[in-house]
């Protein structure tokens, strides 16, 4: 099997392992928004703003330092136990410093007399972490299968709770319905908003179980040694990830705070949209990131990751003329009181290609061990984000959080393209990229602007886009063709 096809075969098994579950995931945020009022909904957003702030810190770029060590250090028991421990060591100090401080940390999170909220986001954090290299490992030692299985089984109790909390039960309660008297006499005693937190929590706790045992067959070797060089390599991973988070959440965050909660909530609601840009993106990660890795000593390698590209922003532009040209047929996932910033999305759409593009872009400074660069993009793309949203917010409102965030991420892919021709050059097909990105957009504002609804006009115009792939990749394709 070439290594393209390799990749694509791993991609898809990535795709449907992280595709899958996070559309079950959409589906859920109908039974939220019609369970949670706007206000509560931003609690929910709230929460996993400061989960995903916390998640890198802990994990300290440690998974993408495994893939980058594991193909290049011959004892694999040391690398393995090296990271696993690490992570646990980090995990046990963040418990401890948490309990020694729970009242400061109810007042930081703003989780005021729900002492409950600040355990369950602890144990999440707790139990993601520790479970960061098992499913790295799973990845670097090609076992997509295994890896897509246990991610499906989290998905899948996680929506089974969801469903349980916030729909059937208050249903039954409201039809007068008899149930066992530990639910009717407890589940009004819990906030609505936790049973999505205790869902998690559970999906993890399983997960965790089912991958632990694909770490404990490696023999215990900690390498201080090599911890040091781990670290040399991941901290700047962890401080561009700590500002990616920024980029991806400050928006909801100031919304929150400078024009309310309610706002924050349809924001969000809304921003679920773009789900789909960000699973193709996701999924091209999962598959990408160690093949990168694996394939970087071949003679063609850098070919490889030009056609990579192309492909990308192809499938990439399709994903977003589809979800703006079918936008009000998608908007039926979310309840129509949170309808009111769907213009926000065919905006961040863009900007998540944008960023794909980016993580594309990225792999010469991970190749080169030069990733302090990852950092500097990172943190280009922070300050942007905090600026464009302080200074526009209260003047456009929330539509000034998706422009900035298409600003920021537009700015990283061109900064990361012009720095790394320097150190890793890749023959990328700059004119057939800009074709498709400059289509797709002018095509997108047609459909979203002059012909939303007309669902006949989008289609055609999906199919225009389709005869300008053709174009550009005929001989491509005749060239596969005639080689099968």
Known sequence: MSALKKFLKDTVIYGIAAVLPRVINFLLVRVHTDALAAESYA??????????????????????????????????????????VTSIVTVVLFVVIIALFFDFFEQ???????????????????????????????????????????????????????LLCLKFIPNFLDEGINLPTFITSNYNQIDKVNYIFIA????????????????????????????????????????????????????????????????????????????FMNLYILAFRLGAEPFFFNNASKKNAKETYAKIMNYFVIIGALFLIGIVAYIDILKYFINPNY?????????????????????????WYKLTDKTIYGMYFSIVGALITIGLNIWLIPTIGIMASAYATLIA??????????????????????????????????????SFVYFRGNFWISTLLILAFAAIIYYNEKDELIAIVKKK
Do not use: H
């Open 43 to 84: 609690v929910n957003s709230d929460f996993y703003i400061w989960t995903a702030l916390f998640a890198v810190a802990l994990s300290f770029g440690m998974e993408t330092a495994f893939f980058r060590f594991y193909n290049t250090e011959k004892n694999k028991d040391a690398i393995v136990s090296t990271s696993f």
């Open 409 to 446: 991420y537009g700015s990283m892919a061109i900064i990361s393209y012009l720095i790394g021709k320097k150190y890793y050059t890749v023959p990328y097909n700059l004119n057939k990229i800009t074709v498709y990105l400059l289509a797709s957009i002018a095509i997108c504002i047609l």
């Open 200 to 275: 998690n929590i559970v999906g993890s706790a399983i997960s965790f179980a089912l991958v632990l045992p694909f770490i404990l067959k490696f023999k215990f070797k900690y390498d201080f040694a090599l911890l040091k060089r781990i670290l040399i390599y991941s901290w700047p991973i962890m401080v561009a990830g700590l500002a990616y988070v920024i980029n991806e959440n400050l928006d909801k965050f100031l919304i929150k705070r400078m024009i309310g909660d309610a706002e924050m909530g349809i924001y969000s609601a809304c921003y679920k949209l773009a789900i």
């Open 339 to 363: 309808w009111g910033a769907l213009s926000i999305v065919p905006i961040i759409l863009l900007a998540n290609l944008f960023l794909g593009i980016y993580y594309n872009l990225g792999i």
């Open 108 to 162: 930081f999170f703003d989780f005021q007399n729900n002492p409950l909220r600040l355990k369950l986001f602890v144990g999440i954090l707790a139990l993601d972490t520790i479970s960061m290299i098992p499913f790295a490992y799973l990845r670097v030692a090609n076992r997509p299968v295994k890896y897509a299985a246990i991610k499906l089984l989290n998905v899948g109790i996680i929506v089974l709770i969801n």
